[in-house]
């Protein structure tokens, strides 16, 4: 049985017990950083139109 835990795409710590006010506040102007399904440090491209993050195990989510 596995259990599926949430991160913050922020920082990177798990979303419950710690209070995320800081990194929603900055997500509005910034991309993820973290994959919120594994926790793995993903790769962002700043691009003019908006932004993509590319997570090695699931894959492209864009703005």
Do not use: N, Y
Not at 36 to 45: A, E, G, L, P
């Amino acid at each position: 049985m596995t259990t599926t835990a949430t991160w913050c795409d922020r920082c990177g710590e798990p979303e419950t017990g710690t209070d995320h006010g800081t990194c929603r506040t900055a997500r509005e102007l910034e991309p993820p950083r973290f994959c919120s399904r594994c926790r793995r440090r993903m790769k962002v491209q700043i691009l003019p139109a908006g932004w993509t993050a590319t997570c090695v195990e699931h894959g492209l989510t864009r703005s």
